[in-house]
């Protein structure tokens, strides 16, 4: 059916394009501007499918319904979603989020992890506003009960087997940027369970530092939670929380956790060992750039370095 539909559109214009230049140049004109009109809005519509067209998908498409709306921050809505059965992700992987009467289909990560899916059969997704028509919806008309469908893709995850060789994570992000990457953190936090109930058996973990950077504290999403899984494994856990546009003084519980300014080419370099360090990257593009050569500067091998391109 998705790859019916376009053809039928395309054989569609062209019926109407014969027609118009039949109609004189005046209205054959007419359709060529609202044609081009149209082509333009449908790239920016479409930019999470293009984007990603080369990614990993799964094949099954599951229903879904909201059950649960929260402010994350004055910009950003935390939905918590009840999925099917069947419904499985990595930690770090995205959704296509397709809603009823929206033509354009939303893009979003996980901000959950998939321990959260097998306890409560729920999966998180933290979206900030803007007027793309997924996240203007998500805004503005979805209410607890809203019924959606989901399919999962990405190759950015972390979800290593049992024998896998033990690695030190190092977690940047940026902005909304960070809902991967809590979704990794929540999943290492939940390795770590694992590994003390199991004796040992289970993955062990080496260790693991978020840096996160956003404006204000206001915008540093799930920071109380970050802060409690690094107090609960506090030689394996760690964070360094970044503001850059902050003009109040920083609350007093955060304050040894919150940094004014960017994140440091020093700090950056004090949490990498090329033999051991696995990192992942999420946010702007100008700091996954930056960040990037940094690390390769560190002598951070390139397969070492992963990131989600949402540009």
Not at 55 to 64: D, E, G, I, K, M
Not at 224 to 229: C, D, L, M, R
Not at 253 to 261: A, D, I, K, N
Not at 267 to 296: K, N
Request: hydrophobic share 40%.
């Amino acid at each position: 059916w998705f790859d019916i539909v376009p053809r039928l559109c395309r054989c569609l214009d062209v019926c109407v394009l014969v027609l118009f230049s039949m109609a004189g140049p005046t209205y054959f004109c007419f359709f060529l501007r609202e044609r081009a009109l149209r082509s333009m809005s449908s790239v920016r519509q479409m930019d999470h499918l293009e984007r990603t067209l080369s990614n990993f998908r799964q094949n099954a498409l599951y229903p879904a319904q909201v059950c649960g709306i929260v402010d994350e921050s004055e910009t950003v809505k935390r939905l918590r979603i009840a999925v099917h059965p069947d419904f499985s992700f990595k930690a770090g992987q995205w959704v296509d989020f397709f809603i009823p009467g929206v033509e354009t289909v939303g893009g979003f990560s996980m901000c959950s992890s998939p321990g959260l899916l097998q306890r409560e059969g729920v999966v998180e997704l933290a979206v900030k506003y803007t007027k793309h028509p997924p996240a203007h919806w998500i805004h503005s008309a979805c209410t607890v009960g809203s019924r959606v469908a989901m399919r999962v893709g990405g190759d950015f995850f972390f979800n290593p087997a049992p024998s896998d060789p033990s690695v030190d994570l190092l977690l940047v992000a940026g902005g909304v940027g960070i809902n991967p990457l809590y979704s990794i953190l929540l999943h290492t936090s939940g390795l770590l369970h694992l590994n003390h109930a199991s004796g040992g058996r289970d993955y062990k973990i080496g260790s693991a530092h978020l840096f996160y950077s956003a404006k204000n504290t206001q915008e540093l999403l799930f920071k109380s939670s970050i802060i409690e899984a690094c107090r609960e494994f506090p030689d394996k856990l760690s964070c360094d929380l970044h503001v850059t546009q902050q003009s109040a003084d920083v609350e007093s519980h955060l304050q040894p956790f919150v940094s004014r300014g960017r994140i440091t080419e020093e700090e950056l370099r004090s949490h990498v060992d090329p033999q051991r360090t696995l990192c992942y990257l999420c946010g702007p593009r100008p700091m996954i750039e930056a960040i990037s050569s940094s690390l390769l500067d560190f002598g951070l091998p390139k397969t070492r370095i992963l990131f989600e391109k949402w540009w």
